[in-house]
């Protein structure tokens, strides 16, 4: 392999990757160290900490789906605008006009399996007992990670903007009606009552925050589509990060008992 | 003095069994030495075998534990050891009792001579003889013997004196003075001595230094805490900033025309996407009534739809269905439609007013303000 020869010996080669190829134990493990999206994972694993009769693969499975999320999602963005004139008519195009439309089912289909895989991995994590210090703190981050997700599947959905869309997220926040104190129907919404002036109403509580107006409009389309595109997906990638981390520093992936 | 290394406890142990065994015969130059506190140690034995002759009180044995005392440097359990196996030795000779017990409070037993020769037949006869605790000649006996009733851990230079009180009493010599150098030298170590620098800032606080420390360390208190306090406000603001001044929403007052535009017995639906609610002329407990039904279902918060064949708000979302009063009768939802405050404004319109609700529920569809009367 002269060319392979060549190449690995070349200038540009050597300057990317500083190591010789990673046939032994050490340049294996520089490898491992000097690569940036291998040096979140551990240098060397246990055997039993990768099968999959003990993981799942499940937090493996959701963050591949966290990427397919991604990629299809900014794609989905070149022909999406948020207004109440077109965000309709380009869901609908996107099916029927764009090539690729496909696209969008993917980043739907991804949307609810990736909710699923969330579940079943905290479901893995909590019958193998994986939740138990020293990794108490990742379990926390995780949840966090899980309500992220639950919060990009519920901004998500106003989007394509049918009927379906404006009433659940109608439905959906009435909830936010009933937060304690931020709430204007929730309990202890009195406590915020400065000079006999009312602080928490409907035109400033929780849900009017979260909508952006009184009910689902264009506001809150607006709203959720910076929430789903830019501001949730920024706080997971960085929750994943730290989540990824964790796994390493407290003790890599858990044995089985 | 010998090149510095650590020295093992038992490493003392042996140099100080070989010394006191053969008398000056140790090879110092060949101990190792520790740095540190274990220096003392080493000081000690040379000092031993070496300055013996050059000081007057002729107690070579217990030398290592006085000297070290004398020195006013702090006895290590190394110190002790030593000085116990010196003196344990001796004591088998029958040499310098007197130091012997003068440097061990315990060993008051070692004040008779044992005529053992071999060190162990002396630490035996020594252990049958004495009347304090065994003395073994494992190292934790020996070191809780030669520290007497006295707390085991570091004590502060405050409690030192005490101690040593305590000691003197425990050991009830009749030698006074030695006992008292040797008991300060035998209670646990005290406190070091705080750092000359510290000592010198005390006399002069005010030196340029301590001044920029202080500067340097408000400057930084300061500056944190603008930093939180500015981010504080900034996220009070980034909350402040989600909820608009001016919201591009209808207005929540508004005139929908005379009363003769609505007919009884006509429910008006022509105002539910701009302004969400239903002007309905109907009978109401045997009143005749014009009022505005909220378009918000009780359940959830779907718009219902007016069905006029059925005669009946259908909710599409649930279920729910209301009478054309708006009260519910089918259905998830859990009470009747709302009202708004309906008026005649000053022109003869109807005016409605969505900042003000009347719950049925709470007995408020009386309050004239939630109806006109036809």
């Not at chain 1, 992220?148 to 903007?161: C, D, K, Q, R």
């Not at chain 2, 003075?177 to 006399?203: D, I």
């Amino acid at each position: 392999m002269a060319i392979g020869e060549t190449i690995r010996n070349s200038q540009i080669w050597k300057s990317i990757f500083r190591h010789p190829m990673p046939l032994d134990r050490r340049n294996r493990i520089v490898v491992m160290l000097t690569n940036f999206f291998l040096h979140l994972h551990p240098v060397s694993i246990k055997k039993q900490g990768i099968a999959l009769s003990f993981t799942w693969c499940m937090g493996g499975v959701t963050f591949f789906l966290f990427l397919v999320e991604t990629v299809t999602g900014v794609l989905l963005m070149f022909y999406y605008r948020p207004t109440l004139e077109w965000a309709y008519n380009d869901i609908l195009a996107l099916r029927d006009v764009t090539s690729l439309g496909i696209l969008r089912e993917l980043h739907r289909w991804g949307a609810h399996a990736m909710v699923i895989t969330t579940w079943l991995h905290m479901y893995r994590v909590f019958l193998t007992g994986s939740y138990k210090p020293p990794r108490e703190f990742n379990w926390v981050i995780g949840v966090i990670l899980l309500l992220l997700t639950l919060l990009l599947s519920f901004t998500g959905y106003l989007l394509p903007w049918d009927q379906l869309a404006i009433w659940a997220i109608t439905v959906g926040s009435n909830m936010a009606r009933a937060t304690p104190i931020l709430g204007y129907e929730g309990p202890g919404q009195q406590l915020l009552t400065i000079g006999g002036i009312d602080m928490i109403t409907d035109g400033s509580d929780a849900r009017f925050g979260l909508l952006g107006a009184r009910f689902v409009g264009e506001e809150t389309l607006n709203r959720f589509y910076v929430l789903h595109c830019i501001a949730i997906p920024l706080a997971t990638s960085l929750l994943l990060a730290i989540h990824f981390w964790r796994v390493r520093k407290d003790g890599g992936i858990s044995g089985p008992l | 003095m010998a090149e510095k290394k650590k020295m093992s406890v038992a490493e003392i142990l042996a140099a100080a069994r070989a010394k006191s065994d053969g008398g000056a015969a140790a090879p110092s130059a060949s101990e190792p030495q520790a740095p540190s506190e274990r220096q003392a140690v080493a000081e000690a034995e040379e000092s031993a075998h070496v300055e013996v002759e050059a000081k007057p009180k002729a107690k070579p044995a217990a030398k290592p534990a006085a000297a070290t005392a004398a020195g006013g440097a702090r006895p290590s359990v190394a110190d002790i050891l030593a000085a116990a196996r010196a003196k344990k030795a001796e004591g088998g000779e029958g040499a310098a009792v007197e130091a012997a017990a003068a440097v061990k409070p315990k060993p008051a037993a070692a004040e008779k001579p044992k005529p053992a020769a071999k060190p162990a037949a002396t630490a035996k006869a020594a252990a049958a003889s004495a009347p304090k605790t065994g003395v073994q000649r494992d190292t934790g006996s020996i070191l809780a013997a030669a520290r007497g009733g006295a707390k085991p851990g570091p004590v502060s230079k405050a409690e030192a004196p005490e101690l040593a009180a305590k000691l003197q009493a425990a050991a009830a010599k009749p030698k006074a003075a030695p006992v008292e150098k040797v008991a300060v030298a035998r209670t646990a170590p005290a406190m070091p001595s705080r750092p000359a620098k510290t000592a010198a800032k005390k006399e002069g606080e005010e030196d340029r230094r301590g001044f920029l420390e202080i500067a340097m360390g408000s400057f930084m208190a300061m500056g944190f805490t603008a930093l939180s306090v500015t981010g504080g406000l900034f996220t009070l603001g980034l909350a402040r900033f989600m909820f608009p001044n001016v919201l591009a929403e209808p207005p929540s007052r508004f005139k929908v025309g005379f009363k003769e535009g609505f007919p009884a017995g006509k429910v008006e639906t022509k105002f539910v996407p701009q302004y969400g609610v239903w002007v309905v002329n109907a009978d109401f407990q045997g009143q005749q009534q014009i009022y505005a039904l909220k378009t918000v279902c009780t359940h959830l918060g779907c718009t219902p739809n007016w069905l006029e064949a059925e005669q009946k708000f259908k909710c599409p979302c649930h279920g729910s269905g209301f009478y054309k009063d708006g009260v519910n009768f089918e259905g998830p939802a859990p009470r009747p439609l709302e009202r708004y405050a309906i008026r005649i404004s000053d022109d003869g319109q109807l005016e409605i007013d969505k900042s003000k609700a009347f719950q049925e529920e709470l007995g408020q569809w009386a309050d004239p303000d939630s109806y006109v009367t036809v």
